[in-house]
Each structure stands twice: as structure tokens, then as C-alpha cells.
């Protein structure tokens, strides 16, 4: 990754965070560590297993060789201080997109693989002592990847975020399936617009459907 060795590779991670831009001030001299490494050793010490800065940090000092075969690594492992202030800061949106862009390359096409869509909210993920965030996502259940998520808008629901999550992937000839929340006209259009398939739980939330659906399950046993 790091660029004085060599060009970024089409299967690197720099390739495909190239666009993610670096908010420090990198023409001072504070400027220590490249953000294509901090990039590295977050990413693949997540892939590891690792759940906090500090077990982040342990393992780059304890990887630090295989880390230098494909980032500079010049002045060491960054600090733990140094990790969480660069993330703090990076564009939310930006690296979301350059995220799933990588991870939509790893994914090994697969006729009729079945994405699920589903939101959660996160536990014990406070931001400025206010909120929880609520993120829906979308996981490849074949490939075993989530292949991308957002944030839903405090003032919004699902149904916003559905939308605009389906809108980054590339759903064309998978099955999509999703709760009850994602049972709308426009979600199911969107779908099938992208020729995609849907499987979506109906339930309360759409009286008139549930009811057609059941009287219709109803005639097909009595028939």
C-alpha cells in the first residue's frame, strides 16, 4: 500500500479507498503516518477479530513485519490515539462507499445469491450522549459478506434507508429479502427495476395485503 513502492494494484485496498480523502493537515510536520497504513491495520485487525483500538494496536505491533510487505510503516504502528482521532474525523459517507466498493470486488458472483437486508441498532453505541445509531445493512448469504450499510437519519425510518442503501448495490439476479418495515410499493419497484427478486414478510403494517395474502392461502387449501 504504500505508494513510493508501488502503483496500487486493482486488488488492493489503496485502489479502492484511493478517493477516500486524508482530513489532516498532511503538508505539517505532524503528518507521521500515511493514511493508506492506519487503513491497513484497521481493516485487516477487524477481519482478526479484533473490537477495540487497543487490540487493534496489539495486533500491528504483533504483525508489524506482514504489515511492512504491504504498507510503508515507516515510523511504526500508529498510537491508539492516533487510529481514533483519524477515524473520528474521516467523511462517514466517503469511506462507506470506498468500503463497499472493495467489498462488492471480493464477493464472488453468484447466480441467485440471497441478500439480506435487515436493521439493527447498535448497542451501547451512544454519539454525543444522544442517540443510538440505527443501521441497516445488507449481507451476502452465500459469500457470507455484508456488503454494505448505512446509518439511518434520526428523523427518518427503514424505509428512507432501504432505498438508498439498494441504490449502492449491485443487485441484479439475487433475491432480496427484507422485514415487514420494507414492505413498500417503492421498495419492491426499485427491486425489480435493478431485475432482481424479492422474498418481504407482510404483517400488520400492511392491513389490506396481509388480509389478501391470508384469504387468498385460505382458498388455495380449500380448493
Known sequence: MDSTKTSPTENSISYFFA??????RIDKGNYVHPLSDILLLVVTGILCGCDKWETIHIFGKSQELWLKQY???ENGIPSIDTMRRVFSV???????NCFMSWVNHLCIKTKGEVIALDG?????GKFDGITTPH?????ASENHLCLGQLKVDEKSNEITAIPALLE???IGGNTITIDAMGCQTKIVSQIVKNDANYIIAVKGNQPTLASNIQDTVVFTILR
Open 19 to 24: 478517493s477516500l480523502k486524508d482530513p489532516r
Open 71 to 73: 504498507g510503508s510503516f
Open 90 to 96: 474521516l467523511d462517514p459517507e466517503n469511506f462507506n
Open 120 to 124: 439493527k441498532t447498535v448497542r451501547g
Open 135 to 139: 443501521i441497516v445493512s445488507a449481507f
Open 168 to 170: 449502492l448495490l449491485d
